[in-house]
Antibody, heavy 118, light 107 residues
Framework: EVQLQESGPGLVKPSQSRSLTCSVT????????WGWIRKFPGNKMEWMGY???????SYNPSLKSRISITRDTSKNQFFLQLNSVTTEDTATYYC????????????WGPGTMVTVSS | DIVLTQSPATLSVTPGESVSLSCRAS??????IHWYQQKSNESPRLLIK???QSISGIPSRFSGSGSGTDFTLSINRVESEDFSVYYC?????????FGAGTKLELK
């Protein structure tokens, strides 16, 4: 069974950077695409980006240069870093796994709420 | 970016009714649309992939149709466990985008 679990700080101050970790079990991250999606208060969902099985990345242009997705294959983990956060980054963050060779989201973590507040 | 417009925003029904939820794309996207269900305090769950392809473990009362710009998620005879929010998502081009969701609620 494939399982994903997010971890990271739940409260961040404006202008700081925030990093989240996604730990994957049951599936090697070197065999698929993995990504981050966030859901804002009010239900809007936003795809943030992905990291491929080879380590290449793609990001939502709306996040410009604030985002970075990296990985540690030895721990089967991938990471989200978002810089210069504002209150508009307050959301529930999900790590996701794509369907193998497909572009839908087959696997989801439980999500972690991140609040940006001073 | 491709904009997905879901309608209605809220749908109030009684168990046993059959319903159709709409998702319209701002440009043609072939059948590159996927549907998710999200219950309160849970992660989204994939219901339908590529407009009409079923997913293992999903009840057969859920079905999808459409191509191009207009897509429909149908639920045949709604059950109490179906009251949740439904999202469509396109994978035709990056960035992947989602609709704003349709909330299915008990009348």
């Amino acid at each position: 069974e494939v399982q994903l679990q997010e971890s990271g700080p739940g409260l961040v101050k404006p202008s700081q950077s925030r990093s989240l970790t996604c730990s994957v079990t049951g599936y090697s991250i070197t065999s698929n695409y993995w990504g981050w999606i966030r859901k804002f208060p009010g239900n809007k969902m936003e795809w943030m980006g992905y990291i491929s099985y080879s380590g290449s990345t793609s990001y939502n242009p709306s996040l410009k240069s604030r985002i970075s997705i990296t990985r540690d294959t030895s721990k089967n983990q991938f990471f989200l870093q978002l810089n210069s956060v504002t209150t508009e980054d307050t959301a529930t963050y999900y790590c996701v796994g794509y369907g193998y060779n497909y572009w839908y989201f087959d696997f989801w973590g439980p999500g972690t709420m991140v609040t940006v507040s001073s | 970016d491709i904009v997905l417009t879901q309608s209605p925003a809220t749908l109030s029904v009684t168990p046993g009714e059959s319903v159709s939820l709409s998702c319209r794309a701002s440009q043609g996207i072939s059948t590159d649309i996927h549907w998710y269900q999200q219950k309160s305090n849970e992660s989204p769950r994939l219901l339908i992939k590529y407009a009409s392809q079923s997913i293992s473990g999903i009840p057969s009362r859920f079905s999808g149709s459409g191509s191009g710009t207009d897509f429909t998620l149908s639920i045949n005879r709604v059950e109490s466990e179906d009251f949740s929010v439904y999202y469509c998502q396109q994978s035709y081009s990056l960035p992947h985008t989602f609709g704003a969701g349709t909330k299915l609620e008990l009348k």
